[in-house]
């Protein structure tokens, strides 16, 4: 079975600080992650994904098998960071690829 | 990337009735997926629904709760039966894109209340 789990509920920092937020998953084969962003009144959106080892907004996300790890970071937070995040990893089913999402955690970036 | 619509936006209904959301998509796509967020919570996956054979549901999700139509590679429909006030949720929808962008896409979501 596959599982993410963000521990953070809620991440409050303030407006320049470093963001980290964490991401661990279970998996048995070759994991796909990627992080979703929320923001207020708006859809689901892709942030990024592992695969392509991008940086969007300043964010980045590092995959540590050891570990099994998908931690989101960003030296400088800004105001409009703050949303909801969820970790996802996609996996397959009987049906085909399907994606299994972590509880979210909301970051709060204060002036 | 893909446009995805929903319909409607949000309701709210009477318990022991049923409701059909509808998802519309701008390009065709094999696989579609159902989700359910309750609220505070996160994304549940409540069945996969693919074109031409029927929807794969997910543990603790059914057919007969959950029915779902998938008619043509744009289009999809999902009913919420015989509703209860703990079926008050966010119903999302997501399409999967394969190649370039490899990762599902979703719309904006049906916010349902059942009184």
């Known amino acids: 079975a596959q599982r993410v789990t963000q521990p953070e509920k809620l991440l409050s920092v303030f407006k320049g600080a470093p963001v980290e937020l964490k991401c661990n998953y279970s998996?048995?084969?070759?994991?796909?992650l990627f992080w979703y962003v929320q923001y207020s009144r708006q859809r689901l959106q892709l942030l990024l994904r592992?695969?392509s080892r991008e940086s969007i907004k300043g964010f980045t996300a590092d995959l540590n098998k050891g570990e099994t790890s998908f931690h989101l970071k960003k030296p400088f937070a800004q105001e409009e960071d703050s949303a909801m995040y969820y970790c996802?990893?996609?996996?397959?089913?009987?049906?085909?690829?399907?994606?299994?999402f972590g509880g979210g955690t909301r970051l709060m970036v204060k002036p | 990337s893909a446009v995805i619509s929903q319909k409607p936006s949000r309701d709210i209904c009477q318990r022991g009735t049923s409701l059909t959301i509808q998802c519309q998509v701008d390009?065709?796509?094999?696989?579609m997926f159902w989700y359910r967020q309750q609220p505070g919570q996160s994304l549940t996956l409540i069945a996969t629904a693919n074109q031409g054979s029927e929807a794969t549901y997910e543990s603790g999700f059914v057919i007969d709760k959950f029915p779902i139509s998938r008619p043509n590679l744009t289009f999809s429909t999902l009913t919420v039966s015989n509703m209860s006030p703990e079926d008050s949720s966010i119903y999302l929808c997501?399409?999967?894109?394969?190649?370039?962008?490899?990762?599902?896409?979703f719309g904006p979501g049906t916010r349902l209340t059942v009184l």
């Open positions: 390009s065709q796509v094999t696989m």
């Open positions: 997501s399409v999967y894109l394969a190649g370039v962008s490899d990762t599902q896409y």
């Open positions: 996802a990893l996609s996996g397959y089913n009987n049906a085909g690829n399907m994606l299994t």
């Open positions: 592992h695969i």
């Open positions: 998996y048995s084969g070759s994991p796909e």
